[in-house]
């Protein structure tokens, strides 16, 4: 099955520096990718996603790339801001497999 | 606006004990899905549902059964209740055949004594 690795586990910036999360997978016929926010004591919500027709999407601060032949993917985040700190998930396939996540903290 | 609800956000249950965990969504979604969450092992699937009367294992079934009589309402049940199943569950919801986005319940932190 998918297995999907994400790194790293934990990431400090300084407000308004940029941020990048980093993905793999296993499964090559995945076409499937969404990343999830989750804040403290909240529920996860997607933030952006990406199919593998596309190789990158932007949404203002926030970005996604995909490259299918090296099986990995990534989350961009801009101008960070002190309310970007959450814990961020990547995923693949369908049904979803998650990574493990990764804690963002910006410092103001 | 879409909303997947759940019967409870904390719950103590005694080990052996048989438990319900209950998920309602009210926007008509075909797919249903219940995760657990632990530190450091982000989100895990436990089961999911397609369509009514369908079930399908994730990837830690283990323990664990579930329920779809109605499209709106998924139920996770864990037949002995035992203290490695102490946890969050998360259910979620999404439309369709094909990719989606998951919508999230709030959650239920299960601690089993």
């Known amino acids: 099955g998918e297995n999907v690795e994400q790194h790293p586990s934990t990431l400090s910036v300084q407000e308004g520096d940029s941020a990048v999360i980093k993905c793999t997978y296993s499964d090559s016929a995945s076409n499937y990718f969404p990343w999830y926010k989750q804040e403290l004591g909240k529920r996860p919500q997607l933030i952006i996603d990406i199919r593998s027709n596309v190789g990158e999407k932007k949404d203002q601060r926030i970005a996604v790339t995909l490259n299918k032949t090296a099986k990995h993917f990534s989350l961009h985040i801009t101008e960070t801001q002190p309310e970007d700190s959450a814990v961020y998930f990547c995923a693949a396939n369908t049904p979803l497999v998650f990574g493990k996540g990764t804690r963002l903290s910006v410092i103001a | 606006d879409v909303k997947v609800t759940q019967s409870s956000r904390y719950l103590v249950k005694r080990t052996g004990e048989k438990v319900f965990l209950e998920c309602v969504q009210d926007m008509d979604h075909e797919n249903m899905f219940w995760y657990r969450q632990d530190p450091g092992l982000g989100l895990r699937l436990i089961y999911f549902s397609y369509d009514v009367k369908m079930k399908e294992k994730g990837d830690i079934p283990e323990g664990y059964s579930v329920s779809r009589e109605k499209k709106e309402r998924f139920s996770l049940i864990l037949e002995s209740a035992s203290t490695n199943q102490t946890s969050m569950y998360l259910c979620?919801?999404?439309f369709g055949t094909g990719s989606y986005e998951q919508y999230f319940g709030p959650g239920t932190r299960l601690t089993v004594t």
């Open positions: 979620a919801s999404s």
